[in-house]
């Protein structure tokens, strides 16, 4: 079963982050957040049967050993946070030369 409630975190369960806890465990669930939904559109497909808790649940556990000591957890930005989804959840899209129909000279993912 894929779930995103076992790695959403809180201000005592986010580690000393000397007083700024809280901003700590917002920031690191908004990234859990952001890539649940990116990971469901790309591994929850069709029946349950098509699903893949295993692949999810090796990325979303990557989060917490890129961010557990990470300073920039405290000023995550949202183009950051996009940008390391992005770059975790490459491996599990498929490219398109030549980018989407009406588009020119770029090469775009979509989900498998």
Not at 22 to 51: P, S, T
């Amino acid at each position: 079963m894929i779930t995103l409630s076992k790695y959403l975190c809180n201000a005592s369960t986010v580690g000393d982050w000397t007083g700024q806890e809280q901003r700590a465990a917002d920031n690191l669930n908004h990234i859990y957040h952001a890539l649940d939904e990116c990971l469901f559109r790309i591994l929850v497909m069709g029946d349950e049967k098509d699903y893949h808790p295993d692949i999810y649940d090796a990325v979303m556990s990557r989060v917490w050993g890129d961010w557990k000591s990470n300073p920039a957890l405290l000023t995550l930005t949202n183009e950051t946070m996009e940008k390391y989804i992005q770059a975790i959840t490459v491996a599990y899209t498929m490219p398109l030369e030549g980018g989407l129909p009406g588009q020119s000279g770029s090469t775009t993912s979509l989900p498998l």
